[in-house]
């Protein structure tokens, strides 16, 4: 059932009278907006008979998340519905659908109480290509549906029966957004000391590690939040109350195989191996987990133990964000390199109109794909890739990866060599003959033994050893992505020596002595690197990391 309204400049607007999450019995109290020279004002009627109660109180939208709205203080016949975005369109149930000739519609840029249709479903994810502008919710009776990560819903109650019940009757926002910038009062509680308004929707204020603030995504888009591996997730957009977490957001996506017909080693080696000991989880963005918070690295697409690449001939792009790469091809060197020379890796990409090139194209790996606000300093950020590639022909043993020096936002690809990860393993096991293995991991400045076999190797030892490794590698290849290499060393090149105990040491250690053979395998980045974490270019004037 479709209803039709006059347009005017005075409406009403939703907002929560007594905020607090979990509070059951939080009021939705109407106001009215009031537009002036480009400028709305909202005036909450606390007075109001009528308002709404929403259950759950503290909901906030996701895609198929519901909340029941009960009306208050209206007599029977009272009619609840959603505002459309289409000029004066009321509906019961579902607005009529959207089409690339309507576009997207946001209601804070339009200055209008009216329901969005935010692009997509997500800032990074499409969802069905053919509802990509359709509104972003629906009513089934009094229970409100979700179609969008953080769309905001406008909700109008008419026929009360209250006296003084104005001409257009009763507005309400849900949920609530005192403010009008789109992103509700009860989420920007949780970063604001002095109020629940702090924030701008077009602020990138994210912090830490280190100095060099932003993370390329705007306070509204990390609001309205991402797909990640299949699950619905907002970020931080800047320090929580009462927290020391940092907030800049890592996105990652594995290729595994990135090889055409070839067979991953990451489905069984690192992710179904038993710990040699329960602080030692075996994971393959461990090292990388150290750099951000765990919940700030978002890996894309990824289902641990299985494949990432489905597909023979050709592989499924991950719909989590703009994914243009098709496979990758090792080129043999010509016959005359000397023996040990490695291939070169050629990358092949799908561009948007389905042309073959061997070029990223440009939004290649963006990750705010249906972003409402671009930071300026960087409008379309990006994640990074890294491909699996199976190559060790008979004599090649380096480089064991490979990316090229960030930061993300260029045109790099990063490459970790499982197969000749496992035979650099392998060898440097069976130099140590029958010498029980011993492992340590750098910890609070020093070297620290985590493991000590008591006799020959055995394959659970050797697996896990190869595990770490391959953990050290992907984290390795990471930080260059990332411009955290140090400065140019003439003896390591961009990197530590092997003894520093970081993720960007030129290799893992190992050092047959006393009977034992001692693998030392970097798992964190240390400070100064971690400080020079950026997403984006980013001038660094103090001298601590290297300027794009």
């Not at 004066?88 to 249709?117: E, H, M, V």
């Amino acid at each position: 059932m479709r209803k039709h309204w006059l347009t005017g400049t005075v409406l009403g607007l939703v907002v929560w009278g007594a905020l607090g999450l979990g509070d059951a019995h939080a009021q939705v109290y109407p106001v009215t907006l009031n537009v002036s020279g480009g400028v709305a004002t909202l005036t909450t009627d606390l007075a109001s008979r009528v308002t709404l109660t929403l259950s759950p109180a503290d909901w906030l939208p996701s895609p198929t998340n519901s909340v029941t709205i009960t009306v208050n203080g209206a007599g029977p016949g009272t009619l609840m519905e959603l505002v459309c975005p289409q000029d004066n369109t009321f509906t019961t149930s579902a607005c009529p659908a959207r089409t690339a000739t309507d576009g997207a519609y946001n209601p804070i840029s339009a200055k209008q109480l009216r329901t969005s249709a935010y692009p997509g479903v997500c800032t990074n994810y499409d969802g069905d290509p053919t509802k990509f502008f359709d509104t972003d919710f629906t009513l089934t009776g009094a229970v409100l549906n979700s179609r969008d990560c953080g769309g905001m819903a406008v909700i109008r109650v008419r026929n009360t029966g209250v006296v003084g019940e104005p001409a257009l009757g009763f507005f309400f926002i849900v949920p609530k957004d005192s403010d009008f910038d789109g992103m509700p009062d009860s989420w920007e509680a949780l970063y604001c000391s002095t109020g629940n308004t702090c924030l701008d929707p077009a602020e990138d204020s994210d912090s830490g590690p280190g100095p060099l603030a932003g993370d390329g995504i705007a306070a509204f888009d990390e609001y309205r939040g991402f797909k990640v591996a299949g699950q619905y997730i907002r970020t931080n957009p800047r320090q929580k109350i009462n927290t020391t977490e940092k907030q800049k957001d890592l996105f990652i996506s594995l290729v595994n195989p990135a090889e055409l017909g070839a067979t991953s080693l990451l489905t069984t080696l690192p992710t179904t191996l038993p710990p040699l000991a329960s602080s030692d989880p075996a994971d393959l963005f461990l090292n990388v987990k150290s750099l951000v918070s765990n919940s700030q690295v978002h890996v894309l697409c990824f289902t641990p133990g299985s494949t990432n690449t489905p597909g023979a001939t050709n592989r499924t792009p991950c719909d989590e964000w703009v994914d243009r790469f098709s496979y990758l091809t090792i080129i043999p060197p010509p016959a005359s390199a000397p023996a040990g020379t490695a291939g070169i890796p050629h990358f092949t990409y799908k561009a948007a109109d389905g042309s073959t090139t061997n070029i990223a194209p440009p939004d290649d790996r963006q990750i705010t794909k249906n972003a409402l606000y671009r930071v300026p300093a960087v409008p379309n950020p990006k994640g990074v890739r890294i491909s699996e590639s199976l190559d060790a022909p008979a004599a090649v043993t380096l480089p064991l990866g490979e990316c090229a020096t960030g930061p993300a936002t260029g045109a790099d690809e990063c490459i970790i060599y499982t197969q000749r990860i496992v035979n650099d393993t392998n060898t440097k096991i069976a130099g140590g003959g029958t010498n029980p293995i011993v492992y340590f991991s750098y910890e609070g400045g020093r070297w620290t033994e985590k493991y000590r076999g008591t006799g020959a190797p055995t394959d659970p030892e050797k697996q896990f050893l190869r595990s770490r490794h391959i953990e050290f590698i992907l984290g390795h290849e990471a930080a260059h992505a990332h411009q955290l290499t140090p400065f140019y060393d003439l003896t390591y090149g961009y990197h530590n020596p092997e003894d520093a105990g970081d993720n960007v040491d030129v290799r893992i250690m190992r050092v047959v002595k006393g009977g034992l053979n001692k693998f030392y395998i970097p798992r964190s980045y240390n400070t100064t690197n971690q400080s020079c974490f950026r997403l984006f270019p980013l001038l660094d004037l103090t001298g601590t990391c290297p300027n794009p």
